[in-house]
């Protein structure tokens, strides 16, 4: 494992700034920087985003938007035409119902505002914490951690945490990680686990963060 480092977050995150800089930006941050950055466009966006690669994430809420992007718009699509819409996403159906409902709900019950608040985005079919804390993250300008499995993967190999469930990570890193990096221990944790921290074989011998990694449960690496 060679000699390791008292681990330095803000040196760690300099160094992922730097190793993550060739890779495509997570779907909802790629969304934002194309305009797509209301509450509600990204979180249609996340509830596409579910169990779905981010490469077929980004055609998909495209193309939605391209037809509907306010909620009273995707409001007045058919459940039906939306799922034709989406229908390059996993579990489209589902998700087509979904969206639609909460379009439907943010007409009738938020004047067609979708609300930057916790218990209402996490009161919608679909939406769980993760979600909702990145669209509070990302298109709320709140200080919020987004925790998915890459995150929560990667900050427990670091043994900057040690958790069960995303949703444990969520807590500790609120507790322990500097509220500066919140939002963006989301944006840089998805690509290094895409292509660095991988879920199997992470390439740690090449990884710019190993001197200060405890590589908690990796037993085997490239
Ligand atoms: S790739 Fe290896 S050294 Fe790098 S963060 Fe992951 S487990 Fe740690």
Known sequence: MGVKRTFDIGEVIRRVRRAVRPYPKAALFE?????????????????????????????TARRLFE??????????????????????????????????????RVVEEFGGELPC?????????????????????????????????HVHRVTNRWGYVQT???????????????????VEINRLLVPFGKHVCTGRLPHCSTCPVLEFCRQVGVRAHR
């Open 164 to 182: 069960k469930t995303p949703e444990q990570t969520t807590e500790m890193l609120a507790e322990k990680l500097p509220r500066r990096y919140w």
């Open 31 to 59: 969304l934002t920087g194309e305009g797509f950055s209301s509450p509600f466009e990204q979180l249609a966006a996340c509830i596409i985003s579910i169990r779905t690669t981010d490469e077929a994430t980004l055609p």
């Open 117 to 149: 608040d916790f218990e209402t985005l996490v009161s919608f079919t679909g939406v769980g914490p993760k979600c909702a804390n990145l669209v509070l993250g990302i298109a709320c300008g709140e200080p919020r951690v987004g925790v998915d499995i």
């Open 67 to 104: 037809h509907a992007r306010t909620p009273l718009e995707v409001s007045r699509l058919t459940p039906a035409r939306i799922d034709e819409l989406i229908g390059t996403c996993s579990f489209h159906e589902r998700k087509a119902r979904q969206i639609h409902e909460l379009a439907r």
